[in-house]
Every structure is written in C-alpha cells, then in structure tokens.
C-alpha cells in the first residue's frame, strides 16, 4: 500500500516540477523577447520617468497638480480621483439599490413593475453606453453657465458641473459668474458627474436585485412570528427582516463593490481623470514607456482588488462568528 | 375581479395612493417624453443631415443610411457573405449544443470547426492575395465575433483553471489561484491597453498578431478567470460524498469529473454561467476605447462623420436598444433552457 | 490556453527574418499603413470601407511606387496611443498619422520622420459669440483637448508662460473633443489648426465658430517610419518629394500620360524615369514616379482634393505652397 503512494507522490512532483519549468520557460520566453524588442528599438526603461516633471494640467485634482508637477504627482492625483468617484458611486448605487430592491419587494404592482423595469432595462445595457448617453445627454441638455439653474443664488447647475459655496480660508464663499465661469466656491465637474451617475445607476440594478433576493430569502415565518410579537411592519423588517436579510446580502454585495472599483476605469472614455485616463492615458503618451505605465496600473488595481477582498472576507467571518453565537 | 385587486393594492391607504401617485407621475414623464423624442417629433425619411434640420426629436435617418456600417465596419459589400455565413454557421453551432442528441457534435463544430472557419473566412489565411481585409469586419458582427469566441473558450480555460485551483497539485493550485486572481483583479480596460499597446513586445521579432487577435486574447484571458470563479462555485456545490461515490465506482479522477462531478456543477450554476455571457457581451463594448468598430465603435465613428456630426444621442439609443434586445433575450433564454438542461 | 496560444500563433502567420521592410512588403503583395481614425481631409473612413485624406493619399503613392498599384494597402486606423508602438512592433509599415515631428520622438521612440506632408500649427477655435479676437483673452477659460497629443504640452506652456489661467479637459478621442466643445463643456477647441479648420467646415453651423489667429506651436505633420531600415525611409521620403517636384515642374494626373510621350523638359524626363537610372538607389523600376503621379496625383492634387477648393475644408495653401510661391514645401532636387 505504502510504495505505490510514494511513486505517486514521487510522479507528482515530477510532474510539478514539469509544470513549473514550462511557465517559466514561458515567462522569461516572452520577458527575454521584450527586452530585445525595447533594446532594438531604443526605448527606455526604468522608473526614473516618474520624478520627471509632467507639464501637463488635469482638471480635477483632490492634491495640488501644477507646474513642476512630477509623473508621479500625476498618478497621484489619478489614483485619488479614482478612489473618490468609486467611493461616491458604491455610497450612491447603495442608496438606490436599496431603494430599488425594497420597491420589487413591496406588494405594490405599481413599483414593483417601476422597480423591475429599472432591473431589465438597466442590467442589459453596456455601462460603457449609458455613461456616454448620460455625459452627452446632460451636458447637451444643461444651460451654459451665465444661463445657470440656480437655486437660492447659492448653487448653480450648468454645463460646466454643479458650483456650490465653500469654505475659503475658514470663510464661506459663494460661488459668482466671472468671465467664462464660475469662480469660488466648489465645483463638481460633469465628467465626474456622469461617470459617478452611471456606475451608479448600473450598479443599483444590481444590488436591486440583490437586495429583493436577499429579502425573499428570509423565511416567511419570520415575518409571521414578528407580527404576533406585535411589531408592525415597519419594525418587523427595520429590527427583524433586514438584519437577517444581510447576512445573504453582503458577500455578494462585496463584490458589486470590487466592481465599480474597476468599472471606474471607464473614465478614460470620456475625460474623467481617473488612473487609467491620467496616467496609463496621458503619461503613458507623454514618456513612451508602455511596459511600466502599464504594469503599475495593472498591479495597483489588483493591489486594491485583494484588499477590499481581504477586509471583506474578514468581514464576513466576523458576521459568519456572530451568527454562529446566536 | 384583477381590477379590483389592483385598484386595492395601489389605492388602498395613504402609503399605497403616494407611491402610486409618484409612479404615475414618473411613467407619464417617462412616456411621454420617450413618444415625442422617439415618434412624434422624430424624421424617419430623408437620406441625409439635410432632412432632420427641422426635427423636434431624434433623426432616425441618421441610423438608417449609416446601418450597414453599424453592422458590417468597413466591409466591402462583396464580401458581406462572409460575415453572414460566419454568424448563421455559429448559431447553428451553438444551438446543436441545447439538445443533447446533437451535444457531442456541437462541441466539436465550436471549438474545431468555428475557429476553422474563422481562419478561412475571416481571417482568410489560405488566399491572402484575393481576399478580404480582416481589420475590415467590424459592426456588429464583429461585437458578435469577439463575443462568441471569448464566451466559448472562457468555457475550457474556465474549466482547468477551476479543476485546478480545487484539486490540482500545490504548484499548479497556486498557479491557478495567481492566474485568476490576477485578470478578476484589474479594469478589462486595462487588459485591453495592455493588449493593445503592450503584447508586441513580447512577441519575437517578426510575429506579428492583428489587433482583433490581440484583443480576443486578452478578453478570452479576462474571461477565462471569471468563468472559473464561476464553475468553482459549482464544484464546491456538488455534494463531496460523489467523488468517493464515482472512485468506488472505479472511475479514475478524470472520468469522475468528466462524467459525475462537473455536469453536475454545471448543472448547479447554469445562471451564473449565464448572467456571466451577458457580461461579457456587454463588456465587449470596451473594445471601441482601443479603437475597434465594434458595433458602438461604428455608431461613435458614425457620429464623427462630417456629414452627420450632432446625431449622437440618436446612435446611443439604437445600440442601447440593440444591446437591450440581445441581452434581454439571452436573459430569457436562460430561464427557458434550465428545464432542457437538467434531463 | 497552450492549444489557444499555438492556435494564434498560427493564425497570426510568420513572417520571418524580413528587417526589410521593402521585403516583407513586397513579399506580402500589401503596404500596412498606420492612420488616423478619423480625421476629416487627413485620414477618414467614409463608412463604407473607403478611406481619403492627406495621409491616406501618401500611403497610396507609397503603395503606386513599391507595388505598382495603390490599391494594394491596408489602412489601419491607431488612436494616437498606439500608434508608435504599432509602428515599433512593425505592426504597420508606416505611420501616416497626423503626427508631429518632435525631437523626443524622432531620437527617443526610434521613429524616422521622412519629411513633411502638412505645415501646420497649434490654434483655438471659439463661439462667436464669446467675442473673442485673441488667446490673450482666453484667462480663466475651459479648453477642450485630445490627451496623448503635442496640444495637451504645448497648451500648458503657452498659457503658463502669458501668466494665464485656464482649465483643461483631455478626452481619449477626438469626436469627444469636439462634442464637448459643440455642447458647451469647453470655452475653447485646441488642436492643430488644419484640424479645427476640418471640423469647423463639417459643423451645421460653421459660421458661428471663429479660428483664433494666434498660432502657438510648430506642427510639421508627416509620415514616420521605423529607425534604421534606411532604405525604406528613403522611398516614403522620395514619394513625398516625388509629388512636390511634380506639382512645381507641372506634372499631375491629369497630364502625366501625355507628358509621358510628349515631353522634352529633362527635368520632367528624369522624373518620370525616361532617363537616368535614379531608381536603383531606391530598389524601385523606373516608372515610379509615374506610377505615383497616375494613381494619385501631385502634391497639389492631393492638397486640393483632400484639404483644399475641392474639399468641404477650403484651407488654403499659406504655409503649405511651393517655396516657390512663397511657402514653406520645398523638394530636395530629384536627379
């Protein structure tokens, strides 16, 4: 019984060991033909390119961007408005989402038809065309600036984005019509808008569904026994429903979340200066060095992927605990 | 008797009244705007820009003469066949595969015979002199093309890569696990760029792969990963009493999977393999940012041209609806094949 | 995967040992040509598998002398990402592009510029409405750009050095340019003047957009080839000197053929290859320049065709006239 399980075993290895060589044959197959191909054609290498000065402007930086700026300045700036319009899109496509799911739900034939329409429509149209229906959409049908619509003299909505009060140097500061724009104050621009609304939208068909699952899937029973505890609707499901309905709700939410993440990369479509746009577009262009743009973006994407992976699996464990010490 | 359920559920109390109400308001906003830019104010006849210069809605003319360029790319008329034949012959392949009669052959005519006839047809490898451009097919048949491949060979690669991140040897298991990790953790855009500007260099010097080839291999890489996660989950579904079941049997590891363990993690999670083609389908699209004429690539480069400059929203509505319609119905066909599947 | 791979290998086909690129052309019966993926009176398809412009008629003369027909060619259409690497990659033949001549990429991406088929500049293009006359106005404006181009520099500089303020928005292509700019997104449109002049022709209202006069860049727009096969650069360079040569001794398309037979100017004679032996250096036959001249015209042809009085672009020749006429195109001397 023992000999034949350590030829096995042995065989095993071998056969390993086969496969370890064939995909490092492989990789430094393809790695050796890049470097003659970049050698042949003198293009350079190394990440020196990144303290060099950039000299180009970006339109929305959350960090100074300027002249002087460095290439690494610009990934910077890529990066964080890639975290923002992700964070701005999951918190909004959430707030929809649910609002869809509850609306499928619910015994009204009304919103139900309402919310399922939203779903089929949605979910079966590419994101990449619906961000481009609502940029060119909105912005076509938005009013140029000295034609705002105004609320209160205090916002002003146009086709240069959304111009709001801010705080200046501890001192609120209204936004004022001035040459071609707005000048003071806040501004939220339309690509960002557009991109942020798209995912959102996109997104919220999915966690509609998600959510209307999730809530079917808790057992009637619930319910009843929730009622004759004389909660009322509402309580039942504000105390009883939803918190159980979670539980089936997160993991899969988990990952409509590392999707926006990714989906915002859609960006480079229409201008919204995200990572992909800013520097695996722009910088990518303006240095020539393809190999190494491109390998930080990818890496850095992934980079993110696994971490919201991690702490969401954590997450989920610490639910999975809680649920067992009930 | 349904009416008067109806009126109840939606008029019943005050709650039922103010969600019907903002229902109402929302359809009859949505309906009549959508008849007036779509119908009423819409120009269907004419032959160009000059026609829809009055126009209070969409200039349909400008989808109408630009139509065959939305479906074919830059395709000479003469050749229109090939596109044509392409399609009829892939539905047909793919149809074999629903009835179980036809199963076997099926699956030898899509990953033989299709990308045989690919080679011929498209790509048109035996008579390269006489024969047509392949950076000439775009439209929707090329959407359709990418799609078709990338969903098919997702399909095996999905299948390995799953086999072995489960039961795989240690080196193999982590291989597996880097690969799909990898290609499910970055944008498919970034893939795409990469494929596009960056796979060159890795080919020796001399070997030169179209762009359509280097974006199906990117894509068919992307959406390999995904179809592992997904045939995954359907391993870990099946009950792990059948593969002691199928050893006792006396099947070897192979048989067991091949005949016991993957039909039925196949079986478990037919939907998400599904809803898993229609994301693909639509993630295709991403092809037109690398500069393809794909179907929205071609209703972009429609807009661009000079003599229909302006009429974009009219070309997104059509794709959208194009989208929607394939989609949709693949959605539904789910839904219809799930009984045919589990004979 | 492995199976996959082999299988696109095969599909791709080999194409071995050919650092010639007049070779593998020729061997290939197809000139590869990069181009524009639309760019009205440069590179454009016209939705119906044809192609017409500026850079797509240089690739014709390139096609008419190492083929002998024009039509052997294959456009293929690059966003200005990809389109050194195509080139690099040898993906394409040559790059025909609408591209700048720059030092950085001459030296450093291992292009060989081989000479200058447009002269043009850096402009603006504004509403009427705005009343604007000049940049200098321009402080506080939003300018719309195509990201990855000279324009995306060049437009920094300049508002940086005139101590003016300005937001930019880069788009990945240049239909969004100009979308946003019809739609208001933008105060301004920059890019190279030829282009503003293209779009400005195609708008539904041309009269209402205004060029700016200022020109704040050199653009000299040319074909490129790869570094180090000088022989090919030597033909794409000659094709081009070919038709001004042919524009300034009167030879075009719609002479050629007579002027064949009829001829005494020896000028014309050696470059139509009645005498001489001029060819050779280039590895060509002699009826080259004939070819290129038959096929697709002179430079003035060309120009006229695409960008000029037969186009829906009306640019004039400024800049791009004979150096004769007071321009800046100037042919090395073909003998």
Known sequence: ?326 | MFEKTFIKSCFGSVGATLVSLISLAILGVMVSKIAQWMFLGAVFSGSSSEACREATGACWVFVKENLVFFMYGMLEKKEYWRAQLFVSCAIAAVSLLFFNRTKTLGLWLNFLGMPLLAIAIIYNIFSPETGVDRDAFGGLFLTLFVAYFGILWAFPIGTLLALGRKSGPVVVRLFCIFWIEVWRGVPLITVLFMSSVLVPYFLPEGVELSKLTRAMFGIVCFSGAYMAEVIRGGLQGVAGGQREVSSALGLNWLQSMRYVVLPQAIKIVSPAILNNFISLFKDTTLVAIIGMFDFLGAVQAATKNSAWLGYAKEGYVFAALVFWIFCYGLSKLSSRLNPISES | MKICMVSLFLVAGFAHGASLTLDKVRKRGQLICGVAEGLPGFGQPDGKGGWSGIDIDLCRAVAAATLGDAKKIKFVPLNAKERFTALQSGAVDILSRNTTWTLQRDASLSLDFTGVTYYDGQGFMVKKKLKIKSVKQLNGATICVNTGTTTELNLADYFRANNLKFKMIAYEKNDEVVGAYLAGRCDAFSTDQSGLYAYKSAFKDPEEHVILPEIISKEPLGPAVRHGDNTWGDIVRWTLYAMLEAEEFGVNSGNVNSLKTSTTNPSVKRLLGLEGDLHKGLELDKDWVFRIIAQVGNYEDVFENNLGSKSPLKIARGQNALWSKGGLQYAMPIR
């Open chain 1, 1 to 326: 019984m023992k000999r034949p399980r350590k030829v096995h075993i042995k065989q095993s290895i071998l056969w390993q060991l086969v496969f370890v060589g064939m995909v490092i044959a492989a990789a430094s197959y393809g790695l050796h033909n890049a470097l003659v191909n970049l050698e042949a054609r003198g293009i350079s290498r190394g990440f020196e390119f990144l303290k060099v000065t950039a000299g180009f402007e970006v339109v929305q930086a959350l960090i100074s961007f300027g002249e002087g700026s460095t290439y690494l300045r610009a990934f910077l700036v890529g990066l964080l408005n890639t975290v923002y319009v992700s964070v701005l899109a999951i918190v909004g496509s959430l707030i929809l989402g649910f609002l869809v799911g509850f609306a499928r739900f619910f015994a009204h034939p009304l919103s139900r038809g309402l919310a399922k329409m939203w779903i089929g429509g949605i979910r079966n149209i590419p994101l990449l065309l619906q961000i481009f229906f609502i940029y060119f959409a909105v912005l076509q049908s938005l009013p140029e600036p000295r034609d705002s619509l105004q609320f209160g003299n205090l916002i002003f909505l146009n086709n240069r984005g959304v111009f709001f009060p801010w705080i200046v140097n501890g001192e609120w500061v209204r936004p004022v019509l001035e040459g071609f724009d707005f000048v003071g104050g806040n501004v939220v621009i339309p690509e960002l808008i557009a991109l942020a609304l798209g995912l959102t939208c996109y997104t919220s068909a999915f966690v509609g569904e998600l959510v209307y699952a999730s809530l079917k899937s808790v057992d009637k029973g619930l319910w009843e026994a929730s009622r004759s505890l004389g909660l009322s609707h509402f309580q039942a499901l504000r105390l009883v429903i939803l918190p159980e309905s979670l539980k089936v709700l997160i993991p899969p939410l988990t990952n409509q979340f590392l999707n926006v993440f990714k989906n915002s990369s859609l960006a480079a479509a229409i201008g919204y200066p995200d990572l992909v746009a800013v520097f695996a577009g722009t910088v990518l262009n303006q240095t020539g060095q393809a190999m190494e743009v491109i390998s930080i973006t990818m890496m850095v994407y992934l980079l993110i992927s696994l971490l919201i992976s991690i702490a969401m699996n954590y997450f989920n464990s610490r639910l999975a605990r809680v649920r067992r010490h009930v």
